[in-house]
């Protein structure tokens, strides 16, 4: 479960039908396959991400930014999405994954993970002293990378979120605060993972000389007003939208050698309301994870379970 699919429930983001099944971060097994669809096969596990289908052949995608398509379909958004036991993907989009390994710790990797990834290129291989706004399922995933990598993380909480900001020191932030605060040093760069645009003139205040403040989220309330001030001396204020499938390959790749510590709270799919509610109200730490119950499943994948 993402933060995108309550801003799709809520009628935040414009969709392009309806009704709909919510949910971009899928974990199955391939069931069966289409004609032409032959990189994958039967009893295969896959995962499938937001980016559902592009045209192929617009400017954005000759150009290796697929992300940027001009005629894209999204899952859970223009295709019925995954809180649900079974969905139809297109080959080519889904990522092929291991045959092992915990689904419900590798599902929030699907977005959380493969955005929090992108936004963290974005913000730049030279920014040392990263700063992250929200810190939900994506920025406890990508404070781990940051500090494998050597950056020091600082982690910015809702005011007097002690909880949330002593899970941020748990898995390597340097500093954890509200987002009021300044952190001790100034930001190379920040990413706002939260969907308050409130948060953007405090993380360019936070912000050195010629840095970058990313803004990750697909919706964000409005920005305030603030002083010239705050963005001049070459700051940058710029956003990351979906991801391409390289992407997806790079992040995989590098959770292979350095695996994650993936926080999740899973809950029953037949309690999916109540997992949204606990995500808009910030009551769960890490990822909330819809999981099918096991009389839904087809009688094989079990199978392949106990193999
Ligand atoms: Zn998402
Ligand atoms: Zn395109």
Redesign the pocket.
Known sequence: MCRTDLHVIDGELALPRLPLVPGHEIIGIVESVGPGAQALRAGQRVGVPWLAH?????????SGR?N?????VFTGHGRDGGFATHVVAEAAYCLPLAQTGDAVRLAPLMCAGLIGWRCLRVAGAEARDLGLYGFGAAAHLIAQVAARQGRRVYAFTRDGDTSGQAFARSLGAAWAGSSGELPPVPLDAAIIFAPVGDLVPLALRATRKGGRVVCGGIHMSDIPRFAYRLLWEERQLVSVANLTRADATEFLEHVVHAPLDVRTTPYPLAQANQALDDLRSGRIEGAAVLVPDRAELPPWESDLRRA
Request: hydrophobic share 20%; charged share 15%; net charge negative.
């Open positions: 592009t045209c192929g052949h617009c400017a954005y995608c000759a697929e940027l398509c001009d005629t894209p």
